[in-house]
């Protein structure tokens, strides 16, 4: 029995060009950030429309770094915002005319005192268009190979994260650990995002088990794009990034895959391979929601009021 009840497609207006940068990154703040413009340059010099970083893209990742390299977007009580990362985030998507997710951010928040993985979303013109604060901390613990607890030092963020790029349409926003968690992605899907883009720094324990699987997972599930972009793996630095930076198309395809060095990746996200993964393999029309409920129908938060609005 078909449920009669269909959920609504994903909507991508146009064909829509996206660069992944693989980036390298050390522990100078300002180096990070500005060679991350150049490789922003180059991204947008191939056409792309939507650039994306990777997790923890100005500092080295790790619990340690974060209170060091954390930047405050809010402002204090006494005095303004400090955000280096922030401004030239903006400068880059400004210069360069592209949407920019620009990968995360260690943030630190003076009024409430606790510090997240921030990841800020830019418009081509420089503006703030989303913020998202990674929801589900990276805590684990396999002996032997990988003890990792967010949770020591950054509190989770509270909302999910859709962001209209008027021309294209919707892309959901989420970080790294985040992908493991279907809900999320399905209730982006279903409330019509067209891509789900994860800044990320899987290990040399999960990645090489879990990236590609999860992008799939995640892709095929809902029938859309899903883009995983790593730091460039550096063994000289304490964590040790998976890199790798994939993007899935919604057959859940590999279409474009990074090695693990420094580099760039373009794809091309069209709206007649949603359309047709969708017609081929109806399972918009074939749901049984008289069986089990529809996750994205329950109480879904996605205005934390507590996140930084864009600067005035
Ligand atoms: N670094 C992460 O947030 C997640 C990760 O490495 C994993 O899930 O594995």
């Known amino acids: 029995m078909s449920s009669t009840s269909r959920v609504p497609s994903p909507v991508l207006k146009k064909s829509l060009t996206m660069a992944l940068i693989q980036l390298a990154s050390g522990s100078d703040k300002p180096k990070n950030l500005s060679h991350a413009a150049e490789k922003v340059r180059e991204a947008a010099g191939t056409g792309a429309k939507l650039v994306v970083l990777p997790e923890c893209f100005n500092s080295p990742y790790g619990t340690n770094y974060f209170p060091e390299y954390a930047e405050t977007l809010l402002p204090s009580a006494d005095g303004e915002a400090s955000a280096p990362s922030y401004d030239a985030l903006s400068a880059m998507a400004r210069d360069n005319k592209?949407?920019?997710?620009?990968?995360?951010?260690?943030?630190?928040?003076?009024?409430?005192?606790?510090?997240?993985?921030?990841?800020?979303v830019f418009s081509p013109e420089g503006g703030l268009l989303a913020t998202h604060r990674k929801v589900h901390l990276f805590d684990i613990d396999i002996p032997g190979k990988i003890t990792f607890r967010e949770s020591d030092v950054l509190t989770a963020g509270n909302q999910l994260t859709l962001v209209d790029l008027p021309e294209y349409g919707k892309i959901a926003v989420a970080i790294c650990y985040d992908v493991r968690f279907p809900e999320l992605a399905t209730i982006a899907a279903r409330k019509g995002a067209f891509a789900l883009i994860y800044p990320g720094a899987f290990n040399l324990t999960t990645g090489p088990l879990h990236w590609q699987l999860l992008a799939q997972a995640r892709a095929v599930d809902n029938q859309i794009y899903v883009a995983m972009c790593s730091p460039a793996r550096d063994m000289s630095a304490s964590y040790h990034a998976y890199g790798h930076s994939l993007v899935v198309d919604p057959m859940a395809k590999v279409v474009s895959e990074a090695a693990e060095g420094e580099e760039i990746i373009t794809s091309e996200l069209s709206s007649d391979k949603l359309e047709e993964t969708r017609r081929n393999i109806p399972l918009n029309t074939q749901r049984r929601w008289d069986v089990y409920p529809d996750v994205s129908k329950g109480k879904v938060q996605f205005d934390d009021p507590d996140l930084p609005k864009p600067k005035e």
């Open 98 to 120: 592209v949407y920019l997710v620009g990968g995360s951010i260690p943030e630190y928040n003076p009024g409430t005192k606790k510090y997240h993985n921030t990841s800020l």
